[in-house]
């Protein structure tokens, strides 16, 4: 019970992290467009 807890934390901080890199890559391309 414990480890499933542990392994669903995991995988929504995996997410969030996945969303954060992605977000910092559209700023970047963003910026890029608007040079």
Same mark, same amino acid.
Not at 5 to 28: E, K, M, P
């Given at each position: 019970?414990?480890?499933?807890?542990?392994? #669903?934390? *995991? !995988? !929504?901080?995996?997410? =969030? #992290? $996945? !969303? #954060? %890199?992605? #977000? $910092? *890559?559209? *700023? $970047? =391309? %963003?910026? &890029?467009?608007? &040079?």
């Amino acid at each position: 019970m414990l480890n499933e807890y542990r392994n #669903r934390r *995991a !995988v !929504v901080s995996d997410g =969030f #992290r $996945q !969303v #954060r %890199t992605r #977000r $910092q *890559a559209l *700023a $970047q =391309f %963003t910026v &890029k467009i608007g &040079k």
